[in-house]
């Protein structure tokens, strides 16, 4: 049975130590899986996320975004009071901090897998900061689930960016219909991108519970993100 367990790993320039949880499968890992949360902090999905991927032989880990805002919180979308505490801390959060988070828990997983690719697996923020990595190449391959502002940074992908997968839900409160038009007119060229809409899914779809849940749209989501990881790591 894989169980994962919450660490400290250091901060890119090594003078923090940041929350993070990580698993590990029963063999030698296939790949290297970093799952980038949305604004609800480490909560019981994100360790869920991290665990399923170390079932399905991946080294998985996922670092603290909120670590300096609101170190350890863990935070229910479905509680109008939490949705509404994540915001402020959302509002609180820079892009290059986030990234920064991102990076060290690349650094920690490559220290342990030095032989392992590695991909981002990102939700919401973490959907935007998957696709920014992957427009960086900081990783090797990139899923990003309902990112928000995606549209705003397609000049930062160039064209040789690493395996791209993007989902969307049509009726995402958060992503327009002509953001997810922009973004698929941006790749529509591009054979190492593939972009999904899923029809009567909002923002969060894919989230394991709760009531933003979309349940053939989530196992069909994460089953194309697991076949796209497959593939390319």
């Known amino acids: 049975m894989i169980l994962g367990q919450k660490i400290a790993i250091p901060s890119v320039d090594k003078g923090h130590q940041i929350p993070a949880y990580y698993a590990l499968p029963d063999h030698k890992p296939k790949g290297v899986i970093v799952v980038i949360p949305e604004i609800f902090g480490l909560n019981s999905g994100i360790r869920w996320r991290v665990d399923r991927w170390a079932k399905a032989g991946y080294f998985a880990i996922a670092a603290d975004l909120f670590w300096k805002i609101a170190p350890e919180v863990e935070l229910d979308p479905d509680l109008p009071e939490e949705m509404q505490q994540a915001m402020l801390y959302y509002q609180k959060l820079e892009n290059e901090a986030a990234l920064a988070t991102v990076e060290a828990a690349i650094q920690y997983a490559r220290s342990k897998q030095p032989d392992c690719k590695i991909a981002t697996v990102g939700y919401c923020l973490g959907g935007f900061l998957s696709f920014i990595l992957a427009a960086r190449k900081k990783v090797d ?3 990003c689930y309902y990112g928000v502002d995606i549209d705003q940074h ?11 997968l993007l989902h969307f ?8 219909e002509q953001a997810i038009k922009t973004i698929r007119s ?6 190492q991108a593939l972009l999904y809409v899923y029809p009567e899914a909002g923002h969060g779809f894919a989230t394991e519970k709760g009531k933003r849940r979309a349940e053939k749209s989530a196992e069909l989501a994460d089953q194309r993100s697991l076949d796209f990881i497959e593939r390319n790591l």
């Not at 839900?169 to 327009?176: K, M």
């Open 169 to 176: 839900g049509d009726h995402d409160n958060f992503v327009s």
């Open 154 to 164: 397609l000049s930062e992908i160039k064209a040789d960016h690493p395996p791209l």
């Open 141 to 143: 391959a990139a899923v």
């Open 186 to 191: 941006a790749f529509a060229e591009q054979k």
